[in-house]
């Protein structure tokens, strides 16, 4: 059975920092694209970072140099450290799965509508 499970979530204050963690199962994943996601309450979905099978990372430009991407494929897990954290980053986040060639496809990050598999999202909230 597919499952993602993300974990790590909690309140801070501005300036804190969080790591995030998704636990894989079910698949072979270490050839999967795999990313984060949020969404914040009245907002959209928004891409946060991906990771390619290769370790190859993409980020949105307002978490570049705050928020790190790292999977570990042996252990099938994917982890976001988040440091700097701002009342703007409060959101429920979310882990997801996608073909190999999505984190490939162009230089842009990758559409959410893109990604096959998805967690039940952890909630981050930030307080200034």
């Known amino acids: 059975q597919v499952q993602l499970v993300e974990s790590g979530g909690g309140s801070v204050q501005a300036g804190g920092s969080l790591r995030l963690s998704c636990a894989l199962s079910g698949y072979r994943w270490s050839t999967y694209c795999l990313g984060w996601f949020r969404q914040a309450p009245g907002k959209g979905r928004e891409g946060v970072a991906t990771?390619?099978?290769?370790?190859?990372?993409k980020y949105t430009d307002s978490v570049k140099g705050r928020f790190t991407i790292s999977r570990d494929s042996a252990k099938n897990t994917l982890d976001l450290q988040m440091h700097s954290l701002k009342p703007e980053d409060t959101a429920m986040y979310y882990c997801?799965?996608?073909?190999?060639?999505?984190?490939?496809?162009?230089?842009?990050?990758?559409?959410?509508?893109?990604?096959?598999?998805w967690g039940q999202g952890t909630q981050v909230t930030v307080s200034s």
């Open positions: 997801a799965a996608a073909l190999p060639s999505t984190c490939y496809s162009n230089s842009r990050l990758p559409e959410g509508r893109l990604f096959l598999y």
């Open positions: 990771i390619a099978s290769n370790e190859t990372t």
